[in-house]
Each structure stands twice: as C-alpha cells, then as structure tokens.
C-alpha cells in the first residue's frame, strides 16, 4: 500500500535545522529516511511553508536568519520545481478559503484536545486538516497522514 504525508510546521523546521526550533532534529531526519525508504509521497502544505517562513524570520539574529531563508528558499523552491523529495499542496481556490473561513469560528471557539482547553484549532492547522481530508478523498486507496509532532494533528490518519 502506498503512503502520502503531509508535513507539518513541527517537522519541517526540524528538517530545516532551524535553530531554536529544531529539537527533535535526529528524530524527525531518521524517520524521514525510513519513510522515504518506503517510496512515501511527501506533500508540503502551503500553511507549512508560510508558518516555517514566520517561524525563520522570527529567529535569531539577522544573518542567522539570512543563512536560514536561503535554505528554506532553496528547499520550497526544489518543491514547486520537482527537485525536491516532496511536492507543495495544490493552493486553495478562493471559494475554497471562504467555506473554511464559515468553518474557522466553530474550530477556533472549541478546544483544541482534552490537554489543551485554553487553545482552539488556528487557520492554518485548519487548512492542514483541510488538505488531509481532499488527499483522503483523492488517494482513497492509500494511507494518508500528518506528520506532526503535535498531538493534535498527528492523530489525523486514514488508512483504508
């Protein structure tokens, strides 16, 4: 059975070795190689890449954030160009962001999980969950999951 994951921000900054945010670096690159072993299809949602561009600009001093960019740019770009091991998500189509904007309230006024009841699901997690639920919808014949170090969206996994 083949596999399509998608990467989430929690991942792809330790894929990136972004310091400060790269703690379970070891972790994440020795499962990546076990998960590209398996012919896994990767896919970088698009909240991904802008919440990993927020988290870089955000971080260190100014040439440690250039050195950063310049990766994360160099990366993002392999996947828009094919270079790359993953590919981007397709971006959403205006009528698209307006259902998940009529949808947002409702996810952010819940609590996220049981561990976390002061917190509700962001936007961009919520664009996450959504492209889950269309790669569940077009791969139906393979398992599907985040790959994420929270909690809250590792738990998002079809299998069939």
């Known amino acids: 059975m083949s596999s399509v994951c998608l990467i989430d921000t929690s991942v792809f900054l330790n894929l990136l070795n972004v310091p400060g945010k790269n703690a379970e670096k070891e972790q994440v690159v020795e499962s990546y190689s076990e998960y590209a072993e398996l012919g896994m299809t ?82 961009g997690d919520l664009s996450i969950i959504k492209e889950f639920e269309k790669c569940v919808e077009r791969f139906s014949m393979s398992e599907v999951f985040i790959w994420s170090l929270d909690g809250d969206l590792c738990c998002y996994h079809y299998v069939p």
């Open 42 to 123: 990767f896919i970088l949602p698009m909240a991904t890449i802008v919440e990993t561009g927020n988290h870089i600009a955000q971080n260190g001093d100014g040439n440690q954030r250039r050195s950063v960019a310049g990766r994360f740019c160099e990366v993002v770009e392999g996947a828009f160009s094919g270079a790359a091991p993953y590919r981007p998500s397709d971006f959403p189509a205006a009528t698209e962001v307006l259902r998940w904007l009529h949808e947002f309230p409702n996810h952010a006024g819940c609590n996220k999980s049981p561990e976390k009841t002061g917190e509700g699901t962001s936007f």
